[in-house]
């Protein structure tokens, strides 16, 4: 089992900055990737960054160059920094574990709501 914490979320002016954080209950070595989504409403939720356990990230188009994925190992928190914040970025962004034992498992955090004023 993985808990998930995610803080950090907020109420933020078009072109400002938040950092996103989220705390893994167990050793973060131990999961294959972490991943951070979001949902606007109305829309589905949508894949914004995934960060492997070996330091791999991939992110959404819409987020390339603005958004950046990080972990701290020794902290068991990933992060999400997100500069040059946009109103079309306003959603309740998640993070999500995915682990590879035997099967598949996955884990989602409670969210975190970002909204962004134009």
């Known amino acids: 089992q993985v808990q998930l914490v995610e803080s950090g979320g907020g109420l933020v002016q078009a072109g400002g900055s938040l950092r996103l954080s989220c705390a893994v209950s167990?050793?973060?070595?131990?999961?294959?990737?972490m991943g951070w989504y979001r949902q606007a409403p109305g829309k589905q939720r949508e894949l914004v960054a995934r960060?492997?356990?070996?330091?791999?990230?991939t992110y959404a188009e819409s987020v390339k160059g603005r958004f950046t994925a990080s972990r701290d190992n020794a902290m068991n928190t990933v992060y999400l920094q997100m500069n040059s914040l946009k109103p079309e970025d306003t959603a309740v962004y998640y993070c999500?574990?995915?682990?590879?034992?035997?099967?598949?498992?996955?884990?989602w955090g409670q969210g975190t709501q970002v909204t962004v004023s134009s």
């Open positions: 999500n574990a995915i682990v590879y034992l035997v099967r598949r498992y996955e884990y």
């Open positions: 167990r050793n973060i070595f131990s999961i294959n990737a």
């Open positions: 960060i492997t356990n070996g330091g791999s990230t």
